[in-house]
């Protein structure tokens, strides 16, 4: 389990840090440095859009790795889907600016930013599966928190590595080349992460459930045909599918907005700098590292399903009051606001998320399930900066068409989760539970 645990939080954790870096990136730096001929406001919605792309790309990972992961296996997948994400964030960092090739510099930009969200897109379903399918039932949750909280280890690498270069730059050493050194820092990341990858086993679920199904062609003297992942995963947990996708919709939507349009509203709608978000997302992540697990181990006792609605229903509430907080500028203040907003409401939700998901759906579909589920609600996520800016410049640079997009969003996650039921597997398939004692609540 060491291994295991190590090979998923170590490959999460680049995964992230790609991602997340990128993001931080399209906040502080690309609407200047690639979009050179809009005004800052318009650059920075440019700069979020190209964010937003990559997420567009996430579902047809998620669709093309989730085959290859219940079909060939997760270890081998992930293994993919980490080089990828690895080598596209690498190119980014060595990618021309607008003034020096002018138009082919966004294109490129783009380019690459797909491609690295199409290798994001088969890295959720796998990390998580990795720790939860070798697991027993009853650590599930603690096991399955703790790939997620690769996603705080990655939020504070790419902040605390874009803060360093902040705060040891000039600003003109910072938008010459300095913005380059987290996106080149992946290549160490990605040898270690492969190094690790490499030598983990596969998980119990599925080893079991293709000696099951290498049995049954045993007996009946041939392998029973098997419809395509994806086909079986709609055929089998239609409303599944679609009360997942709703459900995580609160999450991804927070996450983004909380971390990459929260840290461009205050250091530029607020005039308050790169350093102060920095430092409190910094912060935030940081102890998202040690809370993740924690509400892992709470929802083993307790229930997935619980602590995902407490998540859902803080965000309805206290994105009106996150706004407040910000507005008065005070910097410990702000660093409050988005410490408490991140941990209460995305990272309690992302703690308990793959464990409760991953009991909706049969292990020959998990992967597809998981992957399907997380990457096409992400698009919306990854909209979240773009929507949020617009938003923002519709209501006169005032948040609260910003808070009333969050808070319902919030609330049709929280109506999702509530109409989720327990459910048990039984031969590689999941199938409603008469008790619910292996449920996605208590």
Known sequence: MRKVVAASFAGAMLEWYDFF????ASGLV?????????????????????????????PIGGIVFGHFGDRVGRKVTLIWTLLIVGLSTFLIGL??????????????????????GFGLGGEYGGAALMTIESSPQSRRGFMGSLPQAAASAGIMLATGVFSLCNWLLSESQFMLWGWRIPFL????????????????????????????????????????????????????????????LGARLAETVSSNAINAFGIAYISSQLGMGRQVPLTGMLIASA????????????????????????????????????????????????????IVAYLMGPTSMFAVQPTMFSRMFGTRVRYTGLSFAYQFSAILGGLTPLIASSLLAMNGGRPWFVAGYLAAISTISFVCVCLIKPHQEIDGHAVPSVVGATSTGK
Request: net charge positive; with cysteine; proline share 5%.
């Open 185 to 244: 820092l992946s290549i160490v990341m990605l040898i270690v992460g492969m190094y690790i990858r490499v030598h983990v086993e596969e998980t119990g679920d599925f080893q079991r459930a293709h000696r099951a199904l290498a049995r049954s062609a045993d007996a009946e003297g041939e392998r029973p045909k098997e419809s395509l992942p994806i086909v079986e995963l709609f055929r089998r947990h239609p409303k599944n599918i679609l009360l997942a």
């Open 21 to 24: 870096v990128f993001g931080t």
């Open 95 to 116: 990618l021309p600016t607008y003034d020096e090739v002018g138009v082919l510099a966004p294109i490129l930009l783009v380019l690459l930013r797909i491609v690295q």
């Open 287 to 338: 102890v998202g590292i040690v809370l993740c697990p924690v509400i892992g181990r709470l929802s083993d006792r307790w229930g997935q399903k619980p602590i995902y609605l407490a998540g859902a229903a803080f965000c309805a509430v206290f994105i009106f009051p996150f706004f407040n907080l910000l507005a008065t500028k005070d910097i410990h203040v702000i660093w409050a606001a988005l």
């Open 30 to 58: 690309f609407g200047r440095l690639f979009f050179a001929q809009s005004d800052p406001m318009m650059g920075i919605i440019a700069a979020f859009a190209t964010f937003g792309v990559g997420f567009f790309a996430r």
